[in-house]
């Protein structure tokens, strides 16, 4: 059974091209892949992420019990802060990634599509005696993602208020009486905010943003785009380069997710010991295509094996995998995200993929490939 957006019948009436991925109906795009992509790398996109799991938890331990179990600091962010964390296992490999939203009386765990029911069996297992109360909030209100460098002027015209500055920084706001949930997703990369807004109200929000906005302003972006945007970004999603199978030092996010200061969680001992000794094996890789020309179908897949050397010479031995690929419309090549032995991540590797359509030679790059 195909899971749909509570949107999809409203975007249908924009004019929307929808594909299948991993159980849902999501709009592809608006006009083409290109023109959404265009809109929100250069102006100001908005795109429909309902798809996305939220998990709530209450109760006076709720903040303690996440502190104790993921990889930051949960402790120490005050109501409307926030953080992306990991949920590892004792072997430091990565169980869930997530944002956490720390509001007065809950916290909100926003997470990949379909990753929320994986999540609460295990908060549920690791709960003993705490007073936690979990539940489900998934599809609850529908959420909707701003980016783009024109989205905070857009916003500050759309609320006539401050604009929220401080990555992860959440805010209770009204408009039109309408109750929404404002998170600050912007980073030295991109300018992206999120809403939650209540089901019922979604579609008259969203017009009131399309029409408030000049003839170059916002508008509609589908998955596509954000799919090449967030790759071109190198940013990384759980169940695409993100699995059971991968240590968090291999992601290159343990900066970012991980806490040096706040001491034991699971897998903890594990992230310290490579940080400290520079065990690492592998680690997420760049890699950009050196045909001039690809289609899609073209593209390596999930799971293509790279080896070392050149497509011209014999081919060496396999040094990692293909986990994602598009077709990069700022670069004009074909690129890739891929696990590689650490001896070969350095950028300007030549290396040569092993696909269904042959033998791509490819570089390795430095992430982000595009800021």
């Given at each position: 059974?195909i899971?749909?957006l509570?949107?999809?019948?409203?975007?249908?009436k924009?004019?929307?091209?929808f594909k299948?991925?991993?159980?849902?109906r999501?709009?592809a795009?608006?006009?083409s892949?290109?023109?959404?992509?265009?809109?929100a790398?250069?102006?100001?996109?908005?795109s429909?992420l309902?798809?996305?799991?939220?998990?709530?938890l209450?109760?006076k331990?709720?903040?303690?019990?996440l502190?104790?179990l993921?990889?930051?600091?949960?402790?120490?962010?005050?109501?409307?802060?926030?953080?992306?964390a990991m949920?590892l296992?004792a072997?430091g490999k990565i169980?869930a990634?997530?944002?956490?939203?720390i509001?007065?009386?809950?916290v909100?765990l926003?997470t990949?599509?379909g990753l929320q029911k994986k999540?609460?069996?295990?908060?549920?297992?690791?709960?003993?005696?705490e007073?936690?109360?979990?539940?489900?909030?998934?599809g609850?209100?529908?959420h909707?993602?701003?980016?783009?460098?024109?989205?905070?002027?857009?916003?500050?015209n759309f609320?006539?208020?401050?604009?929220?500055?401080?990555p992860?920084?959440?805010?209770?706001?009204?408009?039109?009486?309408?109750p929404?949930?404002?998170?600050?997703?912007t980073?030295?990369?991109?300018?992206?905010?999120?809403?939650?807004i209540p089901?019922?109200k979604?579609?008259?929000?969203?017009?009131?943003?399309?029409?408030?906005?000049?003839?170059?302003?916002?508008g509609l972006?589908?998955?596509?785009?954000?799919e090449?945007?967030?790759?071109?970004r190198?940013?990384?999603?759980?169940g695409?380069?993100?699995?059971?199978?991968?240590?968090?030092p291999e992601?290159?996010?343990e900066d970012?997710?991980?806490?040096?200061?706040?001491?034991?969680?699971p897998?903890?001992?594990?992230?310290?010991?490579i940080?400290?000794?520079?065990?690492?094996?592998?680690?997420?890789?760049?890699?950009?295509l050196?045909?001039?020309k690809?289609?899609?179908?073209?593209?390596?897949?999930s799971?293509?094996?790279?080896?070392?050397?050149?497509t011209?010479?014999?081919?060496?031995?396999e040094?990692g995998r293909?986990?994602t690929?598009?077709?990069?419309?700022?670069?004009k090549?074909?690129?890739?995200?891929?696990?590689l032995?650490?001896g070969?991540?350095?950028?300007?590797?030549?290396?040569?993929i092993?696909?269904?359509?042959?033998?791509?030679?490819a570089?390795?790059a430095?992430?982000p490939?595009?800021?």
């Amino acid at each position: 059974m195909i899971n749909e957006l509570p949107l999809n019948p409203f975007w249908k009436k924009r004019g929307c091209v929808f594909k299948e991925e991993r159980g849902w109906r999501l709009p592809a795009f608006f006009e083409s892949p290109e023109a959404d992509y265009r809109k929100a790398a250069e102006r100001c996109g908005i795109s429909d992420l309902s798809f996305r799991g939220k998990i709530e938890l209450r109760g006076k331990d709720r903040v303690s019990f996440l502190h104790n179990l993921l990889t930051h600091d949960i402790q120490n962010l005050a109501p409307g802060g926030g953080c992306r964390a990991m949920l590892l296992n004792a072997a430091g490999k990565i169980l869930a990634d997530m944002n956490v939203h720390i509001f007065e009386d809950s916290v909100l765990l926003d997470t990949e599509m379909g990753l929320q029911k994986k999540l609460l069996d295990l908060l549920d297992r690791y709960l003993i005696t705490e007073d936690v109360r979990i539940s489900d909030q998934s599809g609850a209100c529908i959420h909707l993602s701003l980016q783009g460098p024109e989205t905070a002027s857009v916003l500050r015209n759309f609320f006539q208020t401050q604009i929220l500055a401080r990555p992860f920084q959440n805010a209770s706001l009204l408009f039109d009486s309408i109750p929404l949930i404002f998170f600050c997703l912007t980073d030295p990369i991109k300018t992206e905010y999120q809403f939650l807004i209540p089901k019922e109200k979604a579609v008259y929000v969203i017009e009131k943003i399309l029409a408030g906005g000049e003839k170059n302003g916002p508008g509609l972006t589908g998955c596509d785009a954000a799919e090449i945007l967030r790759l071109e970004r190198g940013e990384l999603r759980y169940g695409w380069e993100m699995s059971e199978d991968i240590l968090l030092p291999e992601t290159g996010l343990e900066d970012l997710t991980a806490s040096e200061t706040k001491g034991c969680y699971p897998g903890q001992e594990v992230v310290a010991r490579i940080r400290t000794y520079k065990g690492l094996k592998r680690k997420i890789t760049g890699l950009i295509l050196n045909e001039e020309k690809f289609r899609t179908d073209q593209l390596p897949a999930s799971g293509d094996r790279i080896c070392a050397g050149e497509t011209n010479s014999e081919t060496g031995k396999e040094i990692g995998r293909i986990a994602t690929s598009c077709l990069s419309i700022r670069l004009k090549k074909g690129i890739a995200l891929g696990y590689l032995e650490k001896g070969f991540a350095d950028p300007g590797e030549e290396v040569t993929i092993q696909s269904a359509s042959g033998k791509i030679s490819a570089r390795t790059a430095a992430l982000p490939f595009v800021l």
